[in-house]
């Protein structure tokens, strides 16, 4: 796995004039830590919301920060919402601008408690004040990237059992896996086909170690299984991501700022696919900041998505920048006022 605590941290292209600088923006995917990684906390995400586009709101995601350091270990994640809670608290008060930072929040709970699991649901619930929303548990797997400690977490039945219970609450559940597992969950949406699942980075797709040379491959495969993904009527994508270092394009390793149009030349085919196959009332543009800072700015990887939507009518730009991820994320109209 990649550490970000070496990785370039610069982003680069801030000198670049901000495209359509009006459009309404939820950005549908960030992350608060201050650990082992860079800090990134509500100053850092403050100036990047900041930089010039419209951002009117933004969808906090689990990241393994602020867990609570005692009390059942089921209930440790309960402490990352009830921080984050705090953070969306004070971006509420509007004494720091017009944006709703976290409005939306995604916690974590381990789908695999069984009856245990309704209580950490509630305590979420009840943390979040009106703003959680849905649940991550991280399934990412590959022996090149990332080991992770249960290999085939989609396709176990307790977990099952699980995404069950978070359905008939309503919540939402992101997907986040490597593009070699999509077939586990394209499994679980055939036991499933009605869930609302949101998956985080088209994929995760691989474009390192012995996947580096066989794109082709990698490309036909992922495209095989997002094919049958697009079957399920309440199963979205969000486009981002490809900025992370596993994905190959080497923008990382740049020493100079990294402009939105190279950034367009490698992440659009991608992109475009996503749209063609899942229409643009199921696709939401992320920043997946701060893991996508090491390949551009905020400012330049808005200004990349905005140059791939360029021929996207004013209807589809909504939907693609905001309107899908208020949808899914019940984010209310003070996030787009």
Not at 14 to 24: A, Q, R, V
Not at 53 to 81: K, L, Q, S, W
Not at 97 to 123: F, N, Q, S
Not at 135 to 164: C, N, W, Y
Request: hydrophobic share 40%; proline share 6%; net charge negative.
């Amino acid at each position: 796995m990649v550490d970000l605590r070496f990785a370039n941290m610069s982003g680069g292209g801030d000198e670049e004039e901000i495209l359509d600088p009006d459009l309404p923006i939820i950005d549908a995917h960030h992350h608060l830590w201050d650990d082992h990684r860079p800090r990134y906390l509500f100053d850092e995400l403050l100036a990047d919301t900041r930089s010039g586009h419209n951002i009117r709101a933004t969808v906090f995601m689990e990241c393994g920060a602020m867990y609570r350091t005692d009390g059942p270990e089921a209930m440790r994640p309960v402490g990352e919402v009830e921080f984050v809670n705090g953070v969306a608290a004070v971006s509420a008060s509007g004494n720091f601008g017009p944006a709703r930072l976290c409005a939306g929040i995604v916690g974590h709970a381990d789908l695999r408690l069984g009856e245990a699991l309704g209580p950490v649901l509630d305590a979420l619930e009840r943390a979040g004040g009106g703003r959680f929303c849905g649940i991550r548990q991280m399934a990412t797997h590959d022996k090149e990237v990332r080991v992770h400690p249960s290999p085939g977490l989609l396709l176990d039945a307790r977990f099952r059992d699980g995404f069950a219970e978070l359905q008939r609450r309503g919540y939402s559940f992101d997907a986040w896996l490597y593009h070699p597992q999509l077939p586990e969950l394209v499994d679980l949406m055939e036991g499933h086909p009605e869930a609302r699942v949101v998956l985080n980075h088209i994929g995760g797709r691989i474009g390192i170690g012995s996947y580096a040379p066989r794109q082709a491959e990698v490309c036909a495969a992922w495209a095989r299984d997002m094919q049958a993904l697009a079957r399920y009527p309440n199963f979205h994508v969000k486009l981002g991501g490809l900025g992370m270092p596993l994905c190959g394009f080497g923008f990382e390793k740049r020493m100079d700022p990294v402009s939105s149009v190279e950034l367009v030349e490698a992440w659009r085919p991608w992109f475009d696919a996503c749209i063609e196959m899942f229409g643009v009332g199921r696709c939401m543009f992320e920043s997946n900041f701060p893991v996508d800072r090491v390949s551009g700015s905020y400012r330049a990887v808005w200004n990349a998505f905005k140059r791939i939507a360029a021929g996207a009518s004013a209807e589809e730009k909504a939907a693609l920048f905001s309107k899908t991820a208020a949808s899914i994320y019940r984010i209310g109209p003070t996030g787009l006022s």
